[in-house]
């Protein structure tokens, strides 16, 4: 019989077997709970050194052996090799240790169930045996009837069909089947400004179907840590001067995968078609022949204004808007606008481009006192909002230490007070008798 179980581990021994990308999905879900945790592996990912240097972990750079899981709570393996998880697995037994083995649940005595957080409130999915899910079993590595990739999706699936049956109030559930073999797609999905509960539905049974998920800097990247282990995550984000994995080759990652038969989620921030390049690789996956969808999301030139409270129009103010990209400068249109105050002005990726454009918007005879507003982290906890005139915005940003990523506002909408009520008009002091006063006419 499976229980499924909350633990605390906070300040408690937790140790991890294993070096690599599975093993630091592992460690940064563990971190949430803050648990002493300990990384036995000869080397480390990128992400664990990360951890390391942070003081986050401990490390001992070495192969797991017995002597390490004294004293813990937990263990978990991720060494990718089954002999040695295999070994794992019984020293935690012997210790009467739980122990969670990453890709085959029959080798532990524990399972991490797919999840997804609600509020206050935690929905995890597990299979019920070994080999058993949601729907009939088609595991296809390891011992016969043990769960393989296929299975994890489909518990990932349920996950997400309870919770998205928690959101409806009650509609009927619906889970997914496994991608067929050979007939692999592509599913470009807009993730939003930055908050995960700003997917949407479509967005969130896709990544729940994925194999492979090919994901942007920006956006709901916390996101991923729901996805089960075996879904692999290639980063491809870009940063202001640094395209590391140039759009050419991005195109290839999703054109080959898919061509392996596997159904390959590109999550984007935003919107795929809003300055999101998400053209170029419907072309590209049209042209060799690979099958392509798009899942809109809301785009952060309309969500993160409204989260920082500016209307985009306001019947009186202005009835239009233009969005642009800072990198492309200021067009015509946009600087005759700007000039007669007919429209609001958003520009994306325009924080390292803020001195020419205001310089720009200035030589063209728009009001210095034009009203601009800069939201950084637009949606997440961490949005800030920096305001000042057109002439001083520039001043201002570099006196808060604005950063990328923010989007701009500029026009009468990003005025400080547009939705505060005026208050009550004063008509002087009262002069009417009080109660018992005498009164003389004349």
Same mark, same amino acid.
């Given at each position: 019989?499976?229980?499924?179980?909350?633990?605390?581990?906070?300040?408690?021994?937790?140790?991890?077997?294993?070096?690599?990308?599975?093993?630091?999905?592992?460690?940064?879900?563990? /971190?949430?709970?803050?648990?002493?945790? /300990?990384?036995?592996?000869?080397?480390?990912?990128?992400?664990?050194?990360?951890?390391?240097?942070?003081?986050?972990?401990?490390?001992?750079?070495?192969?797991?052996?017995?002597?390490?899981?004294?004293?813990?709570?937990? $263990?978990?393996?991720?060494?990718?090799?089954?002999?040695?998880?295999?070994? %794992?697995?019984?020293?935690?037994?012997?210790?009467?240790?739980?122990?969670?083995?990453?890709?085959?649940?029959?080798?532990?005595? *524990?399972?991490?169930?797919?999840?997804?957080?609600?509020?206050?409130?935690?929905?995890?999915?597990?299979?019920?045996?070994?080999?058993?899910?949601?729907?009939?079993?088609?595991? #296809?590595?390891?011992?016969?009837?043990?769960?393989?990739?296929?299975?994890?999706?489909?518990?990932?699936?349920?996950?997400?069909?309870?919770?998205?049956?928690?959101?409806?109030?009650?509609?009927?559930?619906?889970?997914?089947?496994?991608?067929?073999?050979?007939?692999?797609?592509? %599913?470009?999905?807009?993730?939003?400004?930055?908050?995960?509960?700003?997917?949407?539905?479509?967005?969130?049974?896709?990544?729940?179907?994925?194999?492979?998920?090919?994901?942007?800097? +920006?956006?709901?990247?916390?996101? +991923?840590?729901?996805?089960?282990?075996?879904?692999?995550?290639?980063?491809?984000?870009?940063?202001?001067?640094?395209?590391?994995?140039?759009?050419?080759?991005?195109?290839?990652?999703?054109?080959?995968?898919?061509?392996?038969?596997?159904?390959? $989620?590109?999550?984007?921030?935003?919107?795929?078609?809003?300055?999101?390049?998400?053209?170029?690789?419907? @072309?590209?996956?049209?042209?060799?022949?690979?099958?392509?969808?798009?899942?809109?999301?809301?785009?952060?030139?309309?969500?993160?204004?409204?989260?920082?409270?500016?209307?985009?129009?306001?019947?009186? &103010?202005?009835?239009?808007?233009?969005?642009?990209?800072?990198?492309?400068?200021?067009?015509?249109?946009? @600087?005759?606008? !700007?000039?007669? *105050?007919?429209?609001?002005?958003?520009?994306?990726?325009?924080?390292?481009? +803020?001195?020419?454009?205001?310089? #720009? *918007?200035?030589?063209?005879? &728009?009001?210095?006192?034009?009203?601009?507003?800069?939201?950084?982290?637009?949606?997440?906890?961490?949005?800030?909002?920096?305001?000042?005139?057109?002439?001083?915005?520039?001043?201002?940003?570099?006196?808060?230490?604005?950063? *990328?990523?923010?989007?701009?506002?500029?026009?009468?909408?990003?005025?400080?007070? !547009?939705?505060?009520?005026?208050?009550?008009?004063?008509?002087?002091?009262?002069?009417?008798?009080?109660?018992?006063?005498?009164?003389?006419?004349?």
């Amino acid at each position: 019989m499976t229980a499924l179980l909350g633990l605390r581990l906070t300040g408690r021994r937790v140790v991890v077997a294993g070096g690599g990308p599975v093993a630091a999905r592992l460690v940064q879900d563990l /971190l949430v709970e803050s648990p002493r945790v /300990l990384v036995v592996a000869p080397q480390l990912c990128e992400a664990l050194l990360d951890m390391h240097r942070w003081g986050l972990v401990e490390w001992r750079a070495a192969e797991v052996r017995a002597k390490d899981l004294d004293g813990a709570w937990l $263990v978990q393996t991720a060494t990718g090799d089954r002999a040695t998880d295999a070994a %794992v697995a019984g020293w935690a037994e012997e210790r009467r240790v739980f122990c969670v083995t990453s890709g085959d649940v029959r080798g532990g005595t *524990a399972r991490t169930p797919a999840t997804t957080r609600l509020g206050d409130v935690l929905v995890g999915v597990v299979a019920t045996s070994a080999g058993s899910t949601a729907g009939p079993s088609t595991g #296809t590595s390891g011992a016969p009837g043990a769960p393989g990739p296929a299975d994890a999706r489909r518990i990932a699936g349920v996950r997400d069909s309870i919770a998205a049956h928690l959101r409806r109030g009650g509609a009927d559930l619906r889970h997914r089947r496994a991608p067929v073999p050979g007939q692999g797609r592509v %599913v470009l999905v807009g993730g939003g400004p930055g908050a995960v509960d700003l997917l949407t539905v479509r967005a969130r049974q896709a990544l729940a179907e994925a194999d492979v998920v090919v994901t942007d800097r +920006l956006g709901p990247t916390a996101v +991923l840590h729901e996805l089960p282990a075996d879904v692999e995550v290639i980063d491809v984000g870009k940063t202001p001067g640094n395209h590391a994995v140039p759009q050419h080759e991005i195109n290839r990652i999703l054109v080959e995968r898919a061509q392996r038969g596997e159904l390959v $989620v590109r999550l984007k921030g935003g919107d795929p078609f809003v300055y999101g390049r998400g053209g170029e690789e419907v @072309l590209a996956c049209r042209e060799a022949g690979v099958p392509v969808t798009v899942v809109p999301g809301v785009s952060s030139a309309f969500a993160v204004p409204a989260a920082a409270g500016i209307p985009l129009t306001h019947r009186g &103010t202005v009835g239009s808007v233009q969005v642009v990209n800072g990198h492309d400068g200021l067009s015509r249109a946009a @600087l005759a606008g !700007l000039c007669d *105050a007919s429209l609001t002005l958003v520009v994306l990726m325009g924080v390292s481009m +803020l001195d020419e454009l205001v310089a #720009t *918007a200035l030589g063209a005879g &728009t009001d210095p006192v034009t009203p601009v507003a800069i939201i950084e982290s637009g949606t997440l906890d961490a949005q800030r909002v920096t305001r000042a005139p057109l002439d001083g915005i520039a001043a201002a940003a570099r006196a808060a230490g604005v950063r *990328a990523p923010a989007v701009i506002v500029v026009g009468a909408v990003a005025a400080d007070g !547009l939705l505060v009520p005026p208050p009550p008009p004063d008509d002087g002091p009262d002069t009417r008798p009080t109660s018992g006063q005498d009164t003389m006419t004349s």
